[in-house]
């Protein structure tokens, strides 16, 4: 299996047990929320490592560059998130936006050497 599909079925598990919490405690708006915010965390994950996996064995220089363009994948992934709270207030609860984005993110981050290798 590739590490695409690993990663993508690792963030899919995560993204389920979210909207499962998120249906539970709030209801389908709050289930909504936690997928828009769990996408784009995944989102920020497959293109971070998509960027940096291949610079893995490369010198310092080439693997600091990509290192610095995943860490600025994820800046934007929170920057629209942030975004999309603010924006969508009044129609998604921005807490569960903000559960599901940092669910999926963190989840993904600890499980991340797994996919760099």
């Known amino acids: 299996m590739s590490w695409v599909a690993k990663l993508v079925l690792t ?3 995560a993204q389920t047990l979210v ?6 405690a ?7 929320a936690a997928l828009v915010g769990s996408t784009v965390a995944l989102g920020a994950q497959i ?3 998509a960027v940096l996996r291949p610079g893995m064995k490369a010198a310092a220089p080439e693997f600091n560059r990509r290192w610095a363009t995943g860490i600025a994948a994820r800046v934007a992934s929170f920057a629209l ?14 807490l569960w936006t ?5 669910t999926v993110l963190l989840s ?8 760099l290798r």
């Open 11 to 13: 963030g899919a598990a």
């Open 81 to 94: 998130v942030a975004a999309l709270m603010l924006g969508l207030k009044t129609t998604l609860p921005p």
């Open 19 to 24: 909207a499962v919490a998120a249906f539970a």
């Open 26 to 32: 709030g209801g389908l708006l709050a289930l909504l």
């Open 108 to 115: 993904l981050l600890f499980a991340e050497t797994r996919f």
């Open 47 to 49: 293109a971070a490592v």
């Open 98 to 102: 903000a559960v599901g984005y940092l």
